[in-house]
C-alpha cells in the first residue's frame, strides 16, 4: 500500500509531515548506483533534510552529510556517524572550534578566512581537511534568490580576487552553483571551473561539485551525470563528493492538514490548521506552489478554493486549487512533496505549533507517530 492510498482510507492527527520511507529508499537506491557507477562519495545536505529518525536507513546508502552551522555538525556527528563537512559563509572563532569538534573537512569561503583560520585548524585538529569555496561566476539558475554565482553574490572566491595565491596546505576546492538542475547545467559549470580554476585543482585531494542536482527527478539524465563525472575522475585524480539535498528527499513526504472553516470573499477560502507562512516558507519565498493529492489549477475541476493559513499575516495563502467535490470542515488536504525544505525551515510564528512528524512504511502498511510538539517547544526559543 502506497502512502496516497493509506491517506485515503486513514485519517490522521493533523498537523503533520509524514516521511515515506518507500520513496525516500527509492532516491537513496538511485544515488548508490550513482556511488557506485562513479566512484563519487554523496553527501546529505541537511540544509535540505535533516529528520534525524530517518538517518538510520540513509546512512546505509550515503557517505556522510553537509553541514553549514554549528548544530547540523553536531547532529551530523552524532546522528549519522560517517563522514562530516562544514561550509559556511563566514565562521566566528567560537563557532569554527565547536564546528572541529565533529567535523572532517572545513570549506572556508574567503582567502581571507581561509589565510586567518588555516593554522587555527591545524592546531586545534590537525585530522579535520580544509577547502576553499570558488565562485565560477557562470549562472545556471535563473531565479537570482537562488543563484549563487548571480552578480555581487557574497558565495566563494572569484578567479580575479584568487590571483596567483599559492594557498599552502589547501586539501581541496568546493564549488555550488545549481538548484534543481540537470546534469547539462553541471557539465557546463565544471568546464569553466575547470578553465578558471585548472591550477589549484591540480594541487588539491578532493572537489566538492556542491549541490542542486536533482538526480531523483523523473527525466533526469542520469548518464550525462555519470559520464560528466567519470570523464573528470579520469582527467583529475581527486575524490568527488556530490551533495544534493532535495533529490534525498524528493517526493518522499506530505503534510497533512485539516480544513478547520470555510469564509467567502469573492470566492470559497479554506483555512487550514498549517500555515504557509510557518510551515511551508517556500511557498511565499520563490514563491512556490506544492501540489496537493487530487487537487488541480482552478477550474478543472468543479470546486475551486483557495488554501489559507491559520496565522494573522495577511498573505498566509498556499494558493487557488480545484477538487472534485465540495469541501467541508474536517476534510483532510494532502500537500505533496514536502520533506525537503519543510521541516528544516518552519518556525512557530505566531505561537503555531509545528506539525507532528510520522513516518510511513509501505511494507508494513503502517504509519508510526516519531514526534509531537507543544508549548515548550515554542516556550524553549524565546526567554
Not at 502512502?3 to 525516500?24: K, M, N
Not at 557562470?138 to 580575479?160: F, I, M, N, Q, W
Not at 585543482?201 to 555519470?226: A, C, K, Q, S
Not at 521541516?343 to 504509519?367: C, Q, W, Y
Request: net charge negative.
Amino acid at each position: 500500500m502506497g502512502l496516497v492510498e493509506y491517506l485515503a482510507h486513514s485519517r490522521v492527527d493533523t498537523p503533520c509531515w509524514v516521511v515515506d520511507l518507500g520513496q525516500l529508499r527509492a532516491n537513496l537506491e538511485l544515488l548508490e548506483l550513482v556511488r557506485r557507477r562513479t566512484g563519487a562519495k554523496i553527501l546529505l545536505a541537511l540544509k535540505g533534510f535533516a529528520t534525524w529518525c530517518t538517518f538510520p536507513l540513509v546512512r546505509r546508502y550515503l557517505d556522510g552529510v553537509a553541514a553549514s552551522s554549528p548544530d547540523e555538525a553536531r547532529l551530523g556527528r552524532e546522528e549519522f556517524g560517517r563522514e562530516v563537512h562544514a561550509y559556511a559563509p563566514a565562521y566566528s572563532p567560537g563557532d569554527l572550534e565547536e564546528i572541529l569538534r565533529h567535523a572532517d573537512h572545513v570549506v572556508f569561503n574567503s582567502l581571507r578566512q581561509y589565510r586567518q583560520f588555516r593554522e587555527f585548524v591545524r592546531e586545534r585538529a590537525p585530522r579535520v581537511e580544509c577547502g576553499l569555496r570558488v565562485n565560477p561566476e557562470h549562472s545556471e539558475v535563473k531565479v537570482a534568490l537562488y543563484d549563487p554565482c548571480a552578480r555581487h553574490s557574497r558565495l566563494g572566491v572569484t578567479r580575479s580576487e584568487l590571483g596567483d595565491a599559492e594557498l599552502p596546505g589547501l586539501d581541496g576546492l568546493h564549488f555550488h552553483t545549481l538548484c534543481e538542475k540537470d546534469a547539462d547545467a553541471l557539465e557546463r559549470t565544471l568546464a569553466v571551473v575547470e578553465d578558471k580554476f585548472g591550477p589549484w585543482l591540480d594541487r588539491v585531494r578532493w572537489v566538492n561539485f556542491g549541490g542542486g542536482h536533482h538526480i531523483t527527478r523523473p527525466g533526469y539524465d542520469l548518464e550525462r551525470l555519470v559520464r560528466v563525472v567519470s570523464e573528470f575522475r579520469e582527467r583529475r585524480p581527486v575524490e568527488v563528493y556530490l551533495e544534493p539535498g532535495e533529490a534525498v528527499a524528493l517526493h518522499a513526504g506530505v503534510l497533512v492538514a485539516s480544513v478547520l472553516d470555510i469564509v467567502n470573499n469573492e470566492l470559497p477560502i479554506a483555512i487550514l490548521d498549517v500555515s504557509a507562512a510557518a510551515h511551508m516558507p517556500d511557498v511565499l519565498e520563490m514563491p512556490y506552489r506544492p501540489p496537493v493529492v487530487g487537487a488541480r489549477q482552478p477550474g478543472e475541476h468543479p470546486y475551486t478554493y483557495r488554501l489559507a493559513g491559520l496565522t494573522c499575516l495577511a498573505g498566509d495563502v498556499v494558493g487557488d486549487y480545484s477538487f472534485p467535490g465540495e469541501l467541508r470542515v474536517g476534510d483532510q488536504v494532502v500537500f505533496g512533496d514536502m520533506a525537503h525544505y519543510s521541516m528544516v525551515k518552519a518556525t512557530t510564528f505566531n505561537g503555531v505549533r509545528l506539525p507532528s512528524i510520522a513516518t510511513f512504511d509501505p511494507e508494513a502498511g503502517s504509519l508510526v507517530l516519531v514526534r509531537r510538539f507543544g508549548y515548550e517547544d515554542f516556550r524553549s526559543r524565546l526567554s
